[in-house]
């Protein structure tokens, strides 16, 4: 369950590795949910040197939402990070971060206020440089590539630096369509009610069945 106080969203990171070789991987599915938000008409990412990433504005007024996306590599993703919350003077709580999580099945999200690394360097980076681990986080499931614990860990890198396959397609674009939804449910009833939809979702690679209410115990 989500818990904490309701802070206006204000930024949302998504991770992923820059440059043409990690187009399409699975370990950019953050940098994927980003470019998602970012496809209403004027919206367009520029490069801002001192953030060390890529920087949109989302809208306008007190609906108004930066999204930004680090080009530090994974490794360093709370560098830039650090950097926008200072540069525009905002507290973690006002932040959303979007990362690929191999623990869950492509099709899933989980949305936290606070949480570990999971074993994810773009999340351990981001709590090394921001001292914290209450930052709100939104996991989008890329599936893991095998149940055995050491075909698991052989098989890791090449998993998440590989690309969706086709068959995979109409699942992540269901997922995407809801990260864009959550997003703005986010924004709107905050973390704990947003939670109740995200944490419930299913893509069915056709039809969803999430629902507003929590998910079972």
């Known amino acids: 369950m989500v818990s904490a106080p309701h802070a206006p969203l204000q930024l949302v990171v998504g991770l992923g590795n820059p440059g043409a070789a990690y187009t399409g991987t699975r370990h950019n599915v953050g940098f994927m949910a980003l470019e998602q ?40 993703s709370g560098r830039s990070i650090r950097a926008a919350l200072d540069w525009f003077g905002l507290e973690p709580s006002q932040l959303l971060l979007i990362v690929d999580d191999m623990d869950l099945p492509l099709g899933r999200l989980r949305l936290r206020a606070s949480g570990g690394t999971g074993g994810h360097n773009g999340l351990r980076s981001t709590i090394a440089h921001l001292g914290t681990q209450d930052i709100p986080r939104l996991r989008i499931g890329i599936g893991a590539p095998a149940t055995d614990p050491e075909e698991r860990k052989a098989r890791t890198v090449s998993h998440v630096l590989g690309r969706f396959q086709a068959a995979e397609q109409p699942l992540l674009q269901e997922v995407l369509s809801e990260v864009v939804t959550g997003v703005e449910r986010i924004q709107r009833l905050g973390l704990e009610r947003a939670g109740n939809r995200l944490n419930s979702f299913q893509a069915s690679g056709g039809a969803s069945v999430a629902t507003d209410l929590p998910p079972p115990r």
């Open 37 to 76: 938000l970012a496809a209403a008409p004027g919206v367009r990412f520029r490069s801002q040197a001192k953030l060390h990433g890529l920087l949109a504005d989302l809208g306008q007024g007190a609906t108004r939402l930066r999204l930004l996306m680090p080009q530090t590599f994974m490794n360093e």
